[in-house]
């Protein structure tokens, strides 16, 4: 297990520990069930473990994804739904396998994108976007489609980025877990069951996110050096 996981810090521990009673706190007092509870800690497991390069990332995330894409269902957030089962889950084998195949020394070989990239990478989101939103408009049961089509544009353009072990994939999940924060206020605001879960599982991951941008520049700098 210490191959894929490695050493936690101080700052790693405190905030897992942190989030991990607040949900214990939420799940007792909305009688949430014991479902949602172990879909918010492998979620918070998996991004940790990705801000650390680490493999075991895809095994937690694998779990949460198929979960997540349950919740997202019975919300009616079929956009979640179809980014999950169609796409998270294979890209959690095929994450899996290119990270295992770029480690240099247990280490996993991090990237950097050139200015090019990440330009294209924006116009590729914005695009992407308000095509998708504007589909998902046509759905009878579809809630906050444009928000809906954001968060499904980036976690699909933040995963590929991820695969591809580039570091500039957490300046796009904290836009993402932002708009995907908005989006779980906007559902409990509607009366979601799952709400306030769902609101701190993607904060842990906002403050993961801006976490894994400062971990993984210093990986790349190292690369370098």
Do not use: H
């Not at 894409?69 to 956009?79: C, H, K």
């Not at 976007?129 to 980036?154: C, H, K, M, R």
């Amino acid at each position: 297990m210490k191959k894929y996981t490695g050493s936690w810090n101080l700052f790693e521990i405190a905030w897992l520990v942190l989030f991990t009673l607040i949900a214990v706190g939420f799940t007792v007092l909305s009688k949430d069930s014991f479902f949602g509870f172990t879909v918010f800690i492998t979620g918070v497991l998996c991004v940790v473990l990705a801000a650390k390069g680490k493999l075991m990332s895809y095994v937690f995330g694998m779990y949460n994804t198929v979960g997540y894409a349950y919740l997202a269902y019975i919300n009616g957030l079929f956009g979640e739904v179809m980014l999950n089962l169609l796409f998270f889950v294979p890209m959690n084998i095929v994450g899996f396998y290119l990270w295992k195949n770029n480690l240099q020394g247990g280490k996993l070989s991090m990237r950097q994108m050139e200015l090019r990239g990440m330009f294209l990478v924006g116009v590729i989101c914005i695009a992407g976007s308000l095509l998708l939103g504007f589909g998902l408009s046509f759905i009878p049961e579809q809630n906050s489609p444009y928000i809906d089509a954001i968060t499904t544009v980036l976690s699909i353009v933040a995963t590929i980025l991820m695969v591809r072990r580039f570091k500039e994939q957490w300046l796009v999940y904290i836009v993402l877990n932002m708009f995907t924060v908005l989006l779980w206020v906007i559902r409990t605001l509607d009366g979601s069951g799952e709400g306030l879960l769902m609101i701190v599982m993607w904060s842990a991951y906002l403050v993961n996110a801006a976490y894994g941008y400062y971990n993984w520049n210093k990986g790349v700098k190292e690369a370098l050096a």
